[in-house]
């Protein structure tokens, strides 16, 4: 219902907004504030940025679920990419229905007061119901640096736009995103901007592989990636055939 989802995100900012006035450690007052984080973390990617900042918290104790460990097996394989391509972008059932089964029993063990989904293209709106009757003083929040109406069904998937009503709260890294979120029954949204992280985003290290003196004609910020990697000594090579 409207009056406890409300009142839980109420509580939550509260709780944030009590420790910001006071100036004082929440571990003598409140007991800890338990959070499951459901994305994937890779060694310096966005995930593992938005961990850190949570496991640095005094006052939480978080548990991690990543939908990439039910799907690494199968999705890569031929009959994996297969069902994919026939499906339109649904990952393979089991996979899927093992990852959420995680899911809620780590939100129901403690039960959590916080669920962080990163992205979330793989978290069933039956799911997020189940989460939001039998665990309801759970606040769930989603917060996707990717375009949440992409027509890349890489960044959105056939879960994702089902699930949008039942978050308690969406933060929106595109602002154009905001007035869609909630055409599309989003109860409340706000625009989140990227933020900068120095242990990810920093100057790569170029000694000894390009004379960088006269500056840069192209920059790239972002995670590294094969394919992306790819197009960018491709422009390197075009631009500058003798810095290798």
């Not at 409207?2 to 900012?13: I, K, M, N, P, V």
């Not at 850190?52 to 890569?76: K, L, M, N, P, T």
């Not at 890349?152 to 969406?170: A, D």
């Amino acid at each position: 219902s409207e009056a406890w989802s409300s009142s839980g995100w109420r509580a939550l900012t509260r709780r944030f907004r009590m420790q910001a006035t006071l100036n004082v450690g929440l571990e003598s007052h409140l007991p800890p504030l338990k959070v499951v984080y459901v994305g994937n973390v890779v060694n310096h990617n966005v995930g593992w940025s938005m961990l850190r900042h949570w496991q640095e918290y005094d006052h939480a104790q978080v548990s991690v679920i990543q939908d990439r460990d039910f799907s690494a097996g199968i999705e890569g394989s031929v009959l994996g990419r297969a069902y994919r391509l026939l499906t339109r972008g649904r990952s393979w059932p089991s996979a899927v229905r093992n990852f959420n089964s995680a899911v809620k029993a780590a939100i129901f063990a403690g039960p959590a007061d916080v669920v962080h989904v990163d992205k979330g293209y793989y978290l069933t709106n039956t799911t997020l119901r189940d989460i939001r009757v039998q665990s309801p003083r759970t606040v769930l929040i989603n917060y996707s640096l990717d375009d949440w109406f992409s027509l890349n069904r890489k960044v959105s998937g056939p879960y994702l736009h089902s699930t949008i009503p039942l978050y308690h709260h969406i933060f929106a890294s595109k602002r154009y995103n905001v007035a869609e979120l909630l055409a599309a029954g989003a109860s409340s949204v706000s625009f989140l901007p990227c933020g900068y992280d120095p242990l990810i985003y920093r100057p790569a290290e170029t000694e000894g592989v390009c004379d960088t003196r006269a500056g840069y004609d192209v920059v790239f910020v972002g995670t590294y990636e094969a394919t992306r990697a790819a197009m960018l000594e491709a422009l390197v090579g075009r631009l500058n055939p003798d810095c290798t």
